[in-house]
């Protein structure tokens, strides 16, 4: 539970930083074509998007062979 508050901070923060610099997500095709900036509903938006990506690194981590040591 620790870990899912981190990561929910972080995201705030993120969404914080991104409203601070004006950026917002435009998603082209797709039902949910629009623009949303990182607030209100758009917030809930990145916060979804940005653990799904989490999600997909950790699966591409665990899924790829350790890596050799370069000496």
Same mark, same amino acid.
């Given at each position: 539970m620790y870990a899912a508050?981190?990561? #929910?901070?972080?995201?705030?923060?993120? #969404?914080d930083h991104l409203t601070a610099h004006g950026l917002v997500l435009e998603m082209l095709a797709g039902p949910l074509t629009g623009i949303y900036d990182p607030s209100g509903a758009g917030k809930t938006l990145f916060a979804f998007f940005a653990a799904m990506a989490e999600t997909e690194r950790e699966t591409i981590r665990e899924a790829a062979p350790p890596s050799s040591p370069t000496t």
């Amino acid at each position: 539970m620790y870990a899912a508050r981190v990561v #929910a901070a972080e995201l705030t923060a993120l #969404a914080d930083h991104l409203t601070a610099h004006g950026l917002v997500l435009e998603m082209l095709a797709g039902p949910l074509t629009g623009i949303y900036d990182p607030s209100g509903a758009g917030k809930t938006l990145f916060a979804f998007f940005a653990a799904m990506a989490e999600t997909e690194r950790e699966t591409i981590r665990e899924a790829a062979p350790p890596s050799s040591p370069t000496t």
